[in-house]
């Protein structure tokens, strides 16, 4: 219901007068993707273009509250790992008080979102662009006011501010909370603080020398072209800097792997999460260490902390699930005439919540003109992806209506 209350603005206004492109463009931002159908994005009124940043500053507080507050009560793909850490937030040992809960993380939130504001100002930004690039960083949602983002600045300040918050969102929110408790340790002490941020180094590093071998040549340095599309795509927040379309293979190939990693459980990003993957990493290490020694216990561990079978059980049964999802989808998006790499690329970003894809649907083009059955698929992958899959899968089974 939300996303149809908010596609009215661009129905009505007659900027999207295809309730399909409407509808896509509302679920883009509501789900914080970031994908659009609009063409003339700078030509569009400014009260268009603040609903539309605005959706997805919503939406992103929106996930903040859902993945800390209720993923971990339902224990949704793993989830109830964060129990402990929601409950420390309100001083609750044993359920967290959501309503104060909700409280301070909005506050954090709306902190976050003015400092970025104000620092973009000071880079040179205009005010209005500095409000729709803040809140798309901190939400990681990726709309911008400019059809080709960031690459319309060229501006190496402007761009080194955007990776830092983008980061900072795709950061756990709990560990932003502890950061003012206790400080920095806060973040080195978090396995899977440490694990995404280095996903995003060798990333960078790896597709840094891959473009100077190959001789590519960009407005900017190649280490910042390198760190901010790893970065955008990691945090599922979608700006570009550059037409990454045109890179290499391999760095192409390790965006697309970066699609479905994503930044931290308890942040505003998508994806299969990293504290997911590096549950996945440490499960299968563990497997292998009981075929050398079977008789040995190796219980995974998580911050020092043991994980129970049904935590590993449910990370990767939720894993499955999403690859599976995205297998269907980006067959689906193929019976439109679809070529195989806007197609797979198309559904990772959808699912993942990302935006921008590969090949038609790259960081330079945009959703426009794909078949209206492309784009609903592509919308319910954005809902499926931003609400988990599980929560909306769980409607389908026939126990869960008799239960």
Do not use: C
């Given at each position: 219901m939300r996303v149809f209350f908010s596609a009215l603005p661009y129905y009505i206004s007659g900027v999207l007068p295809s309730l399909t492109d409407a509808v896509f463009e509302a679920s883009s931002g509501i789900t914080t993707t970031g994908a659009s159908v609009l063409t003339q994005i700078d030509n569009l009124p400014h009260g268009i273009l603040f609903w539309r940043s605005m959706t997805h500053w919503l939406g992103g507080i929106g996930i903040?509250?859902?993945?800390?507050?209720?993923?971990?009560?339902?224990?949704?793909?793993?989830?109830?790992?964060?129990?402990?850490e929601a409950s420390s937030i309100t001083g609750d040992k044993f359920v967290p008080r959501i309503k104060d809960m909700a409280k301070i993380l909005v506050k954090v939130y709306l902190f976050l979102s003015f400092v970025m504001m104000v620092l973009l100002l000071i880079s040179g930004m205009g005010l209005f662009d500095a409000f729709v690039h803040a809140v798309g960083s901190i939400s990681t949602?990726?709309?911008?006011?400019?059809?080709?983002s960031m690459a319309y600045y060229n501006n190496a300040l402007m761009e080194w501010l955007i990776i830092i918050?983008?980061?900072?969102?795709?950061?756990?929110?709990?560990?932003?909370?502890?950061?003012y408790k206790k400080g920095i340790k806060?973040?080195?002490?978090?396995?899977?603080?440490?694990?995404?941020?280095?996903?995003?180094?060798?990333?960078?590093?790896?597709?840094?020398?891959?473009?100077?071998?190959?001789?590519?040549?960009?407005?900017?340095?190649?280490?910042?072209?390198?760190?901010?599309?790893?970065?955008?795509?990691?945090?599922?927040t979608g700006y570009s800097s550059?037409?990454?379309?045109?890179?290499?293979?391999?760095?192409?190939?390790?965006?697309l792997i970066l699609m479905f990693v994503g930044g931290c459980a308890g942040s505003t990003t998508g994806a299969i999460k990293s504290v997911r993957i590096l549950v996945l990493f440490k499960f299968i290490y563990k497997e292998l260490y009981r075929l050398i020694h079977p008789h040995a216990v190796a219980p995974v561990k998580l911050?020092?902390?043991?994980?129970s079978p049904e935590i590993v059980k449910g990370v990767a049964g939720y894993t499955v699930v999403f690859f599976l999802v995205f297998v269907v989808s980006a067959l689906l998006l193929t019976m439109t005439g679809m070529d195989l790499v806007t197609a797979i690329s198309s559904a990772a970003a959808s699912l993942g919540n990302i935006g921008p894809a590969l090949g038609a649907t790259g960081p330079m083009a945009n959703f426009a003109e794909l078949h209206d059955f492309a784009k609903w698929v592509l919308i319910i992958n954005m809902i499926l992806g931003r609400l988990?899959?599980?929560?909306l899968l769980i409607l389908f089974i026939p126990a869960?209506?008799?239960g």
């Open positions: 903040v509250l859902f993945s800390v507050a209720i993923l971990p009560l339902l224990g949704i793909g793993g989830m109830q790992l964060y129990k402990a949602g990726g709309f911008s006011n400019q059809n080709t918050f983008m980061f900072v969102g795709a950061t756990s929110f709990n560990l932003h909370y502890d950061f806060s973040y080195l002490k978090s396995e899977e603080f440490r694990f995404f941020f280095f996903i995003l180094l060798a990333s960078t590093v790896l597709i840094a020398i891959n473009l100077k071998v190959t001789g590519y040549v960009g407005s900017g340095s190649i280490i910042r072209d390198s760190a901010f599309q790893v970065t955008s795509i990691t945090t599922t550059v037409d990454y379309a045109r890179w290499p293979a391999f760095s192409q190939l390790i965006l911050n020092g902390r043991v994980l988990e899959i599980y929560t869960f209506w008799r």
